[in-house]
């Protein structure tokens, strides 16, 4: 099993939808999480943390399920400006490097 | 602030060739990352260095060396370029177990 895994998509939803993206992680020992946003050929920015009470930013809502070991991501009101790729990320255990999700592209069209 | 800066943003080696990557962070971090993207793919892991001083492989060393100069300052030099290598690099830095920030980018072309 992959250490972190996303539906690569491409998900194409009209302006004005609500869409969600899930992503399943393989350590149960994992502390932090978060998603981040890649805009095409540009670096990752972080988009939310990911706390175990769940949070909200806005338009953008992330979960995180540790029972069954999987992080979620909904946008609600979808923008065309929202149209990228969405990156799942977790920290496992101790002093080691972010697993990244190979992510999930979103088309939001008008 | 600047965050997290690398240069150079475009290079064209030859087969051959070598270079080194620059980055450095105004951020404090102890933590500093290179990573590769080819199109389409997700990132992957090269090198990182915990904290000042060691440095450790990532998922795909091969072909790339690293110096954590000081805390600021986390090179990545390729010694002998191949067409294989050509990739968009990123460098990151990171405290603790919060979130990772990203370069820029260098976009690198081996012919």
């Known amino acids: 099993r992959k250490e972190v895994e996303q539906d690569p998509g491409p998900f194409n939803v009209p302006e004005g939808a609500t869409v969600a993206f899930n992503c399943t992680y393989s350590?149960?020992?994992?502390?932090?999480f978060f998603w981040y946003r890649q805009d095409c050929r540009k670096e990752p920015k972080l988009l939310m943390s990911?706390?175990?009470s769940g949070n909200e930013d806005g338009r953008f809502t992330a979960q995180l399920n540790r029972a069954s070991q999987y992080i979620s991501l909904l946008i609600r009101d979808s923008k065309l400006s929202d149209s990228a790729t969405y990156l799942c990320?977790?920290?496992?255990?101790?002093?080691?490097?972010?697993?990244f999700g190979k992510g999930t592209r979103l088309s939001v069209i008008a | 602030n600047a965050g997290v800066t690398q240069t150079p943003k475009f290079q064209v080696l030859k087969t051959g060739q070598s270079m080194t990557l620059q980055c450095a962070q105004d951020?404090?971090?102890?933590?500093m990352y290179w990573y590769r993207q080819d199109p389409g793919m997700g990132l992957r892991l090269i090198y990182y260095?915990?904290?000042?001083?060691?440095?450790d492989k990532g998922e795909v060393p091969n072909g790339y060396n690293v110096s954590r100069l000081n805390k600021r300052e986390f090179s990545l030099r390729l010694e002998s370029a191949a067409p294989s290598q050509t990739s968009v690099y990123f460098c990151?830095?990171?405290?603790?177990?919060?979130?990772?920030?990203f370069g820029p980018g260098t976009r690198l072309t081996v012919t």
């Open positions: 990320v977790v920290n496992a255990e101790g002093n080691t490097p972010l697993v």
């Open positions: 350590n149960s020992a994992s502390q932090s």
């Open positions: 990911v706390y175990s």
């Open positions: 951020m404090n971090h102890n933590s």
């Open positions: 260095s915990a904290s000042e001083g060691t440095t």
């Open positions: 990151a830095s990171q405290e603790g177990y919060y979130e990772q920030y």
